[in-house]
DNA sequence: ATGCGGACCTGTTAGC
DNA sequence: TGCTAACAGGTCCGCA
């Protein structure tokens, strides 16, 4: 589910519910996941207050008293404030209780998620320290693209999924920005005009503004059973059309896959 | 430094 | 209906 709209749809959601909340008993039922996770996490994390949920590209960071839990929901991961008394199935690997008879469940069938425990200086943790800039803040400018741009061969749509360039365009919203912006996904990044750099930057903004608007009203009973309700929803102009006419020119979608991701176009309005 | 392919996992869907 | 193959929204690592 997650590209980052649904990231900070699922932050935004938590973030009033968990702060303030003291963490209760923790069970830990499936430590294998993208990373391991931390054995001593249910003794140091149990008893710990909660002050805030963040976010930093697609890690939610929920910071305690005692130090920062770092959540990725890779690619099929939920984070979801259930009853305490809930039976678990398969796939919910672990639990947070967070008092009033709640508790905070992360389930990910396939595993490429992770839960991880820090009690340095968030930004200085491995997994963030070296990620590019927030798309939806103000470092992400025509300028800088450009400049990071400058002689790379890479397809511009491998280039733009480089969290080391800007983070949190995932391979959906990575299509839907270059027909947006009328950018062919193939074209060599370096070999963009700083114009039409611009325009790219004006729409990875706009497609995850967009989409984050839409999984505020889609996504905001997250925290029922039906968390993942109508993510689906959303309007995508190219994402999963190959053969379906253009909603601009009226042409064919185009798909190919492009370093190993199904990337989609349309065969008129980019180049 | 850059760019590419492989790896990690399981579930769902398409096709024979 | 049943089996198999292709595919899925992420991202790190290692090699050329």
Redesign the pocket.
């Known amino acids: ?4 709209p ?1 990231v900070e749809t699922v932050r935004a959601g938590l973030a009033p519910i968990l702060s303030g909340r003291r963490i209760g008993k923790v069970t830990v039922r499936c430590e ?1 996941l ?1 990373y391991p996770v931390p054995t001593e996490l249910a003794t140091t994390l149990s008893g710990a207050r909660i002050r805030e949920v963040r976010r930093r ?3 939610l960071l929920i910071h305690t008293n005692r130090g920062c839990l770092i959540v ?5 991961g939920t984070l979801q404030v259930v009853p305490q008394r809930r039976v678990a199935m ?2 919910d690997h672990v639990d947070i209780g967070i008092g009033q008879g709640q508790m905070l469940r992360f389930r990910d ?4 998620g992770a839960v991880l425990w820090t009690e340095d200086e968030i930004h200085e943790h ?2 963030i320290v ?2 590019g800039p927030e798309p939806l803040q103000e470092l992400f400018t025509g300028e800088w693209l450009y400049a ?1 741009s400058r ?5 511009v749509k ?2 733009i ?4 360039i800007v ?8 299509s839907e920005s270059l027909w947006r912006a009328g950018i062919h996904p193939k074209r ?3 070999r963009i005009s700083r114009a039409r750099i611009d325009g790219l930057v004006a729409q990875i903004r706009n497609v995850l503004a967009d989409a984050i608007r839409q999984g505020g009203t889609t996504l905001n009973d997250f925290q029922g059973a039906d968390g ?1 309700l109508g ?2 929803a959303q309007e995508l102009a190219v ?1 999963g059309r190959e053969g379906e006419p253009c909603l601009k020119c009226g042409n064919e979608i185009q ?1 190919a ?1 492009l ?4 990337t989609f176009w349309c065969s008129g309005c980019q180049g």
Do not use: C, W
């Open positions: 589910m997650p590209e980052l649904e294998q993208r590209a697609k890690y990725h929901l890779g690619m099929t398969k796939h069938p396939r595993r490429f491995p997994l070296h990620l990071k002689k790379r061969k890479a397809a491998t280039f999924m480089d969290s080391k983070v949190g365009v995932g391979n959906i919203y990575a060599a990044a370096g993942e993510y689906f994402y798909r896959v370093g190993q991701r199904s």
